[in-house]
């Protein structure tokens, strides 16, 4: 039992280190994301299911009334980058 | 409000307004894919390479993150919106609304993170920093 408990206070401090490391932001590991997701030479497939958005109301340009609208999306995109040699020799 | 908050709030307003999920494949292998329950959001995991292969100096990990976490935790809680974080299908983290934290809120100092599982978040994490070492040894 104790060394069940030590077990389990020897984790939650290591997790409790790197819950208190410091920097980073959010931001930056959605930008290794984007990075990663936008690569070169890659294939990146979306696979949408029942992927709905709600548009709320709005008041468009002259205060002109906007109506709600249900997105919905279903399938699947790829995305294929490809890295290509620009060369100022060829003309 | 600072901006984080405001963007959080922003991107909370957002998915509360999203249904569905979204499966992200790289060269035919899942590394990802998000489901958006209303006021719950499910990151599930697969390959935890998509988070740490950028080539800069200034590239982290997830657990880097986790300090942010707190405060990210705590505006989704006042959302009434939970983000649960997942590897490989099991739970690792959850955060904001429905987190029960009970040890966890000794080492996060927060009641709007709960640990799952300390197993799925120690691998989570060395799945990242081996992703980067890979990385930072082939660049």
Redesign the interface.
């Known amino acids: 039992m104790e060394n069940l408990r030590n077990e389990a206070s020897e984790a939650a401090n290591y997790v409790g280190k790197k819950v208190e490391e410091s920097g980073s932001q959010w931001a930056d590991i959605l930008k290794e994301v984007v990075d990663k997701l936008t690569g070169k030479n890659m294939e990146v497939t979306y696979n949408f299911q029942n992927f709905e958005i709600d548009i709320p109301k709005a008041t468009g340009p002259e205060g002109k009334e906007l109506g709600s609208a249900k997105w919905r999306l279903d399938g699947k995109f790829t995305l294929t980058t490809q890295l290509s040699n620009k060369s100022p020799n060829i003309e | 409000m600072d901006p984080?908050t405001r963007?959080v709030n922003t991107l909370a307003e957002i998915l509360k307004?999203?249904?569905?999920?979204?499966?992200?494949?790289?060269?035919?292998k899942q590394?990802?894919s998000v489901s958006l329950e209303g006021n719950r959001v499910v990151l599930d995991v697969s390959d935890a390479?998509?988070?740490?292969?950028?080539e800069?100096d200034?590239?982290?990990g997830?657990?880097?993150?986790?300090?942010?976490?707190?405060k990210?935790g705590e505006t989704l809680n006042s959302k009434g919106m939970t983000l649960s974080i997942l590897r490989k299908g099991k739970k690792a983290l959850s955060l904001g609304r429905d987190a029960k934290p009970t040890?966890?809120t000794?080492?996060?100092r927060t009641d709007d993170i709960q640990?799952d599982s300390?197993r799925q978040?120690?691998k989570l994490?060395k799945d990242v920093k081996k992703h980067r070492k890979r990385t930072k040894k082939s660049s």
């Open positions: 984080e963007t307004s999203v249904q569905g999920k979204i499966i992200i494949d790289v060269q035919d590394v990802l390479s998509i988070f740490g292969t950028a800069s200034s590239s982290i997830l657990f880097d993150g986790l300090k942010t976490a707190k990210l040890l966890s000794l080492v996060t640990v300390v978040v120690t994490g």
